[in-house]
């Protein structure tokens, strides 16, 4: 089916080891979104990218790191894990009237 | 920058009343306005959406959302709810026009419906 693939869908890693969390789209929506939710925070833009190549902060950038080299793909890095970072991340694309989510990966950091 | 404020972190309600959740944001310029659901241990799925045009819309699961620019709200309201209601709500906001696409998040009032 066509949509948002995150992937893993569950992670448990290390303190200080890097982890990289995928998203894929079918379509060839121009913007993508990363986004982690935390109790009582809600969901907390973390960056996002208007196309291939252009990357942009959001609200809680510190500790992450993306690329968009290409349209379909949006990784998101945590170059060295902390146990803040515990959270359920998910990705999002915008088509022309609206937004649409992948089913989320739920990462935790030990 | 636009924002959203959601009213009441948490919301209970009995079975078959109704149920109102507020949702107010504030922006400059002219938005697009969401309400997506959240069931436990799920992703988010999208209720309703305002573009344009009429101020009530309406949505999946009977229910429905009015637009107030003069109030800057967007309250969600179901007549009737049932136990499978029980879930957290979201309200969103995006600028309808320039190059900012982000979507802002409220932090969300969790809706438990009681037998």
């Known amino acids: 089916d066509a949509g948002i693939t995150q992937s893993p869908r569950y992670k448990i890693t290390e303190t200080g080891r890097q982890v990289t969390l995928m998203c894929h789209q079918t379509?060839?929506?121009?913007?993508m979104f990363w986004y982690r939710q935390d109790l009582g925070h809600g969901l907390r833009l973390i960056y996002y990218s208007a196309a291939a190549d252009i990357t942009d902060k959001g609200e809680v950038p510190d500790g992450y790191v993306v690329s968009r080299s290409k349209t379909e793909n949006f990784p998101l890095t945590l170059e060295s894990a902390t146990r803040s970072q515990t959270s359920v991340y998910f990705c999002?694309?915008?088509?022309?009237?609206?937004?649409?989510f992948g089913s989320g990966t739920r990462l935790t950091v030990v | 920058a636009q924002s959203v404020t959601q009213l009441d972190s948490q919301v209970p309600v009995f079975e078959e009343a109704p149920v109102e959740l507020r949702c107010n944001y504030s922006s400059s310029v002219s938005v697009y306005l969401f309400w997506y659901v959240q069931y436990p241990n799920q992703g988010l799925q999208l209720l309703l959406k305002?573009?344009?045009?009429?101020?009530l819309v309406k949505g999946i699961n009977g229910f429905e959302a009015e637009f107030n620019k003069s109030q800057t709200s967007f309250h969600l309201r179901k007549p009737s709810v049932h136990i499978s209601d029980t879930a957290e709500y979201f309200c969103?906001?995006?600028?309808?026009?320039?190059?900012?696409?982000?979507?802002?998040f409220g932090k969300g009032t969790l809706l438990t419906v009681n037998p």
């Open positions: 999002a694309s915008r088509y022309s009237t609206g937004y649409t």
């Open positions: 969103a906001v995006s600028l309808s026009g320039g190059s900012n696409y982000k979507l802002t």
């Open positions: 305002y573009l344009s045009g009429s101020t």
């Open positions: 379509w060839s929506h121009s913007y």
